[in-house]
């Protein structure tokens, strides 16, 4: 496929005018934003973010790394407020890795309650409400510890800075990252380190590395949310078990009518974040064999049995995509093209938003 045909199969997504879910959809008050994770190959920076997100008509942005802060000296932080209070959008912050036993943590000179309280104070400068953070990944959960190691040692973290996150006023909301965790797991955590400081972001797109339908997701955690990580997927039957990948919003085949009608009653105040990941090929989940059931020993039958409904009325992702994670250097032009695929497949996800599923404030009024 040339450059210019994949343009114009992308840009085609954006003429979203009808709405499957009845085109009378009314406001409802919940914020719209995306993830700045969404539009990572420009490499843009806080204030270059806030200005598309603007672009966009969102409500919110979640500026999910310290790394995406072009500087953290508190001057600047409160320039990048009271430009977001300019444009009439809310901050949502974020730092990474806070588990000092993971895979993912990255040593240094600060100890994992350190980072933690730095991001909090982050998040704080920029009139943040939440701080998204995470465990983990899958190669926690598919090591020889189990899992339930890495939550007590979440565990430990954010009771050694509950002071802190209190004093601040901010939220610490724990994402199920890639794989690391199922949303009871999730939930956990949330309850022993303390709900009344630790909340879920709450991601629809990561459960699928986990066995667990978004629905599931959505109604163990919605109740702890403060933000969220949404995208749509794809799921279906395999020799194996299932695979299965990430699309924009409306290329899966996440029914976001019951989920949205679930979301109004469990977390209405939360923020709707899409986090757009398109460029990744399909990921085998092969729970037709014995091994793969040692790192899920503990999944309730009932919850892999609407997963594995889910794969048996799935379908591949048959459109057009650029694989971002293939190997070997690429040249200009494919660099070039997977950034046109990154912007074109989050406007489009947010077009999808407002229009079908009814949320955001600015870009429905």
């Given at each position: ?5 994949f343009l114009s ?6 003429g979203?005018?009808q709405t499957?879910?009845g085109?009378?959809?009314r406001?409802t008050g919940?914020?719209?934003g995306f ?12 204030i ?24 953290l000296?508190?001057?600047h ?10 444009l009439?959008?809310?901050i949502?912050?974020?730092?990474g ?14 100890t994992?309650e350190?980072?933690?309280v730095?991001?909090?104070k ?23 510890r ?12 954010f ?5 802190q996150a ?5 939220k610490?909301a724990l994402?199920?990252h ?6 009871r ?5 949330i309850?022993?380190?303390g ?41 279906f ?23 949205m009608e679930?979301?109004?009653k ?6 709707l ?8 090929p ?12 040692k ?11 609407r ?8 379908h591949?992702?048959m459109?057009?995509?650029?694989i ?24 489009r996800?947010?077009l999808?938003?407002?229009?079908e599923?009814?949320?955001?404030i600015?870009?429905?009024?």
């Amino acid at each position: 496929m040339d450059r210019r045909t994949f343009l114009s199969t992308a840009f085609s997504g954006l003429g979203l005018a009808q709405t499957a879910f009845g085109q009378a959809a009314r406001p409802t008050g919940i914020k719209l934003g995306f993830d700045t994770y969404s539009v990572r190959a420009f490499k843009w920076k806080d204030i270059q973010l806030l200005d598309y997100a603007a672009s966009l008509k969102a409500d919110t942005v979640q500026i999910s790394d310290s790394a995406d802060y072009s500087s953290l000296d508190p001057a600047h932080l409160a320039a990048v407020k009271a430009h977001a209070d300019q444009l009439g959008l809310e901050i949502d912050s974020g730092i990474g890795c806070i588990c000092p036993i993971s895979k993912s943590w990255k040593p240094g000179a600060k100890t994992a309650e350190q980072y933690t309280v730095d991001g909090l104070k982050i998040a704080k400068a920029v009139g943040a409400r939440a701080m998204r953070c995470f465990m983990g990944s899958m190669d926690d959960r598919r090591s020889d510890r189990p899992i339930e190691q890495f939550m007590d040692a979440t565990i430990k973290v954010f009771k050694g800075v509950r002071t802190q996150a209190q004093d601040l006023n901010v939220k610490i909301a724990l994402e199920n990252h890639a794989g690391d965790m199922q949303a009871r797991e999730v939930r956990t955590i949330i309850e022993e380190s303390g709900k009344d400081f630790v909340a879920s972001c709450l991601d629809t797109g990561n459960p699928m590395w986990v066995m667990e339908d978004p629905q599931v997701t959505l109604e163990i955690l919605g109740p702890y949310a403060v933000t969220t990580h949404v995208r749509d997927s794809v799921v279906f039957e395999h020799p194996r078990g299932a695979a299965a990948q990430w699309v924009a919003m409306g290329d899966g085949i996440i029914d976001w009518k019951a989920f949205m009608e679930t979301y109004r009653k469990v977390c209405p105040n939360s923020l709707l974040q899409l986090e757009i990941i398109t460029g990744r090929p399909p990921q085998i989940l092969p729970y037709y064999e014995k091994d793969w059931w040692k790192w899920f020993p503990k999944m309730p039958a009932s919850e892999f049995a609407r997963f594995a409904a889910l794969a048996k009325k799935g379908h591949p992702f048959m459109g057009s995509m650029v694989i971002e994670d293939s190997p070997g250097k690429k040249p200009a032009e494919y660099i070039e093209a997977l950034k046109e695929q990154q912007r074109v497949d989050l406007a489009r996800s947010i077009l999808f938003a407002q229009n079908e599923m009814g949320v955001g404030i600015k870009g429905r009024a």
